[in-house]
């Protein structure tokens, strides 16, 4: 039996006092990529926020590797391996490149270590090394996502979570983008992905799950989800 790396089980999240997201259960295989998928405001953003501590869970469990961490804090959710990269993407502008992805490192205590992931990131996103010295808000939209993942790297996550990573790019950088989450999941990365460019989304992951106001409707593979009419017609335009 595959071992699960996430899995939320009937999980209620709700924003000022309205259910945002309702019974909601999904599973993420180790090493696995899952995406899910829906139009804004289907609670997307609020599930993962959700999971990563950011926001209450009412009802519910959340589940890292067989642990139960709803009710942690997000610090003590990032030390046991859950990592989420958020579409605001929250650089610190003055900061130096490598300083950001440094303050990715603030839980790892070998300075080796430290190094050698700074390496791993500027081999997948040699742009980032160009730009080490530079302040993070001199950076394009393309690059500051590079960034914002890099930062999510720099801690070796179990389960990285991206909130929407391609919003905001030209079309070569979304390319760029998905080129980039294809090599880590190649590398064994295991990968949550809230996106709404639903084509590449599909092409890249394992499994997926479609969230309508809040509730799940409709989740299978990338082969059953991509055949499904109502995929067609409300996400890919067909």
């Known amino acids: 039996m595959e071992q699960l790396a996430l899995e939320v089980r009937e999980v209620e999240i709700r924003y000022r006092g309205l259910p945002v997201v309702q019974d909601v259960s999904i599973q993420v295989k180790k090493g696995g990529t899952v995406t ?14 959700g999971i990563m501590g950011a926001q209450r869970i009412w ?14 804090s997000t610090e003590q959710i990032v030390k046991l391996g ?13 900061l130096s490149v490598e300083d950001n992805l440094k303050l990715g490192a603030y839980l790892l205590d070998e300075e080796n270590l430290v ?9 997948l996103f040699p742009k980032l090394r160009e730009r080490k010295d530079q302040a993070a808000s001199t950076l394009s939209g393309g690059e500051q996502q590079m960034l914002a993942i ?9 389960v990285l979570m991206l909130d929407e990573p391609s919003l905001g790019l030209a079309p070569l950088l979304v390319t760029e983008l998905f080129d980039t989450v ?29 969230l309508q106001a809040g509730r799940l409707v409709l989740e299978g593979t990338k082969d059953e989800l991509i055949s499904s009419d109502m995929v067609k017609k409300a996400y890919l335009g067909l």
């Open 115 to 123: 190094r050698e992931n700074l390496e791993k990131v500027y081999g």
């Open 182 to 210: 294809r090599r880590l999941k190649t590398s064994g990365m295991t990968i949550l992905l809230v996106e709404q460019n639903v084509k590449e989304a599909l092409e890249i992951a394992d499994y997926g799950y479609v």
């Open 36 to 49: 899910i998928l829906g139009a804004n405001g289907a609670g997307k953003s609020a599930l993962l926020r």
């Open 59 to 72: 009802k519910g469990k959340v589940m890292l590797e067989g642990r139960e961490i709803q009710g942690l």
């Open 150 to 158: 890099g930062r999510g790297l720099m801690s070796n996550p179990k």
């Open 82 to 94: 859950l990592v989420y990269v958020p579409e605001e993407r929250m650089l610190f502008g003055p």
